[in-house]
């Protein structure tokens, strides 16, 4: 059974930063697509950042410069790191693993397999 939890969310002023943490059981981080999407309220759900297999990074343009997506293999987790937070970060994020993809420089909802339970991410302004 593929298990996400993630961990690392909470209340930050703007400006601030905060890690975000995906570990992962049933699966091995290193031979999936790990993505973050985020959610908030009142809005769709929307493509935050993706590390493939082969450690190709993708962002979303709203947090280019601003978040980074990592993998510890040996861990089994998945991170990202927000840097320089704004309020319109504010969102529930959700971390998936699903299959590789080709052509796009975003990865689709409908690609994943497995998503976490979410963790709440909000800044003050």
């Known amino acids: 059974q593929v298990q996400l939890v993630e961990s690392g969310g909470g209340l930050v002023q703007a400006g601030g930063s905060l890690r975000l943490s995906c570990a992962a059981s049933?699966?091995?981080?290193?031979?999936?697509?790990m993505a973050w999407f985020r959610q908030a309220p009142g809005k769709e759900r929307e493509f935050v950042a993706a590390?493939?297999?082969?450690?190709?990074?993708y962002a979303a343009d709203s947090v280019k410069g601003r978040f980074t997506i990592s993998r510890d293999n040996v861990k089994n987790t998945v991170y990202l790191q927000m840097n320089s937070l704004k309020p319109e970060d504010t969102a529930v994020y959700y971390c998936?693993?699903?299959?590789?993809?080709?052509?796009?420089?975003?990865?689709?909802?409908?690609?994943?397999?497995?998503w976490g339970q979410g963790t709440q991410v909000t800044v003050s302004s």
């Open positions: 590390i493939t297999r082969w450690n190709s990074l």
């Open positions: 049933g699966r091995t981080v290193s031979s999936y697509v």
């Open positions: 998936t693993i699903g299959r590789q993809f080709w052509g796009s420089n975003s990865y689709s909802q409908s690609w994943a397999d497995y």
